[in-house]
């Protein structure tokens, strides 16, 4: 995961990202910040999850990927 991938994931968060700075701003943003979380861990996953599948080892990559299943 790179500075463009956490950017874009805090813009789909619901950030407002104006030249790759993200402004907060004076509100409470707990739900655009849990959803940035989620993202970051998700994208996490599955990074650990490719590096599983790189391995042939599917059922690791499988339980990785079942973290982040509802």
């Known amino acids: 995961m790179n500075r463009d991938d956490i950017v874009r994931m805090a813009q789909e968060a619901g ?3 104006y030249f790759t700075i993200i ?3 004076e509100y ?3 739900d655009e ?3 940035f979380a989620k993202l970051v ?3 996490e996953r599955e ?3 490719k590096v599983c599948d790189s391995r042939n080892a ?3 990559a499988f339980s990785i990927r079942e973290r982040g299943a509802p």
């Open 15 to 17: 950030f407002e990202c």
């Open 23 to 25: 402004y907060v701003g």
């Open 28 to 30: 409470e943003c707990t």
């Open 33 to 35: 910040l849990e959803r």
């Open 41 to 43: 861990a998700a994208a």
């Open 47 to 49: 990074e650990c999850a």
């Open 58 to 60: 599917a059922y690791c």
